[in-house]
């Protein structure tokens, strides 16, 4: 019996085109737009040593304070990674600025009396050398200043320019590139495993009888609803599982968005995500005696703004939401499924992880207790 | 000039009641007329058949109590059914029928009364009382992501857990309401008589004992009305029992063995058709067509006939009723000849439920409305 209903069910909710769409088309379509939108800003994101000039002036030779700090942050360390800068000398001016047109460096730096970069393009690489040399200009003649009161104090000085400078680069400390882009994806995958609200809330009411003829149908068989409605509800998040698990796969393999290789794990998080839209879908299905129309209004409506608070349209909403109101992150179901994949990717350890897979898991029980509280009773008082 | 008449007999056996048709009436009607007097026949023999057996109760309800807030739904209902019957019951709308049903089919809650079905008390939980019990529902109950064939499958595996004689019944329910085919349609792509036929096909593929149908033929053609009607009285010759609820006297009068006539949530009058119109005063209803003359000018004159229990007009036609026992019509034809007035359509017929249930609660049984 289980069998047949499990399978009839796979059958009539494949073909519900509508189902389809919310829970698995509009998130492929919503995640191709989120790459169309964000393929200029994801070179930006990931960071690379820049290759700078420098041009072997007179000047140059002669401002050990400068080639210091250069070498300082040309060096890599064990704590920062690859270093900032990879820095090539030019014997001339010429040279230089041919190797900045063929695009062998971002930019190149000539000493005079002071320093002046020069660059072709603008970008990050170039912003970050701006930074420097405005950052060393400054430094430089603080430091003159306070050389020129108390000579004794130069050596101690250098040192601690080049710590900061080291200390600049350590941005690149992580296992992972920083990258705000996989919170718009992670947000998209709760949004998307919420959707599945949509097949709980349809198993719900194809079994009640005050909801629909095919529930009053199912009620007068011979077999207690709650095993039909058991396997149902299988059947429902083996559909939305498959459905968030060739999400997942267009994300990783057709946008190149990387999840980083902990499968077994991003697998769990998954189902845990689906078994949570589809227990939130049949318990709304279950509590609310209106009509479909308004049912789907409020999942839709519900999803969206969990989603939002996840950072689904704006990335910085999740980390404000949970800051403001720090509950947030334990009873938001969207914020619990993207957190989890963010763990994964940023984490080395898997405490996060587990305790929002958890919370996960005790959401879909606590809303199957509530649907079960509802859909025990046997008949009803007006259908 | 008298249009030509032609006699059609109500009951084949006695060819007591005739009603004329006119020639200009179409075939379609004539032969309508001949179906309903084919199941008219066959339900008689049938009831004279279940009589003879003594049928057992198949269905028991007594003083059944139903309210939804200060409206009482069904009052002190009480409701035989034996087996082998197909017993109507007939009411307007909000009479209480579907009430009546749900309750008796534990779908609904009720305030008092008990309910036995097979001789075993109805509960929500009485798994081996439903599997015996086939339900048609007013509305159509069917999966729309589901193939015709795929559906009747599914509804019947919920009785039937063996696949392979599920699959004969499957395919003898698809024969019995002629989709075959239809059976790899989806069910947005048929039309209404067909769709109303996959949901009797989903009510009765597993072979009920007990067949339940509310209103099954509500917003159906004729054509698949009559299909449905002939189908309910080939499901009761082959052993199901049946409860009919309709608010259609016409199709009760048709196929029902016996009558239960609704108002106000309980039973007025029960008994076979003939038992019921038995129970009141008017015996014919001629309607007469004036060609040329005033209608009313001529009431006092039909009024002053033997055994006229009431005369009418509506707009050039006289609605004449006579008494019970007594047939008036080639009387009132002979008289009006004699002063010359030229008639037009000419009807005559029995007395219908909806006379009966007229005289009995002053309303009319299609909309309620008091009379």
Redesign the interface.
Known sequence: ?FW??FS?SL???V??KQLIFWTLAFPVILGSLFGLAFSNLSGTDVFDTIQIGVVNTQAYQADTAFQTTLAAVSKSDNTAGDPLFAVTQYASLEEATKALTDGNISGYIMEDSTLHLYIRSSGLNQTIMKEFTDWYLQASSAVSSIVAQNPSSASEISGILSKNITYISETKSNTNAPNDMLTYYYALIAMACMYGSFLGMKQVM?VQ?NQ???G?????????KLK?FASSLCAATLIQYISILILIGYLAFVLKIDFGNQLGYILLASFAGCCTGVSFGAMVGALSKKGEGVKTGIIISLSMLMSFLAGLMVAQVKYEAVKSLPILAYINPANLIADSFYALYYYNTYGRFFTNVGFLFGFSLLFYFIVFLVMRR?????? | MLPELVPFYHDRDSKKHMTFVTISQDICHWDMMLRFDTLKTTKRVLYRRRKRQGGNMIVKVSNLVKR?GDLIALDHFKLDVAEGEIFGLLGPNGSGKTTAI?CI?????FDKGEIEVFDKKM???S?????D?G?I?Q????????TVY?NID??C???V?DKEIRKNLVKEAIDFVGLGDFTKFYPKKLSGGLLRRLNIA??IAHKPRLIILDEPTVAVDPQSRNNILEGIVRLNREGATVIYTSHYMEEVEQICTRIGIMDKGRIVAMGTNEELKGMIRVGEKISIEFLAADPKDYVEFVESMPYIAAVEVQDRTMLIKTERGHNGLSTILTELQTKSIKVGRVYCELPTLNDVFLEITGKELRDGKEK
Do not use: W
């Open positions: 019996m047949h209903n009839y059958k009539s909710n073909r519900d194809t009888a629909t003829p095919t009053a149908r199912i009620h007068l068989a011979p077999l207690n039909i046997q008949n009803y008082a007006s259908l | 939804y749900n089919l534990s779908l609904l809650t509960t929500p939980s798994y081996d009382l439903k599997k019990i339900v529902m509305n159509v109950a069917v999966i729309e992501e589901l795929e599914f509804f595996g919920l009785y857990p989903c009510g």
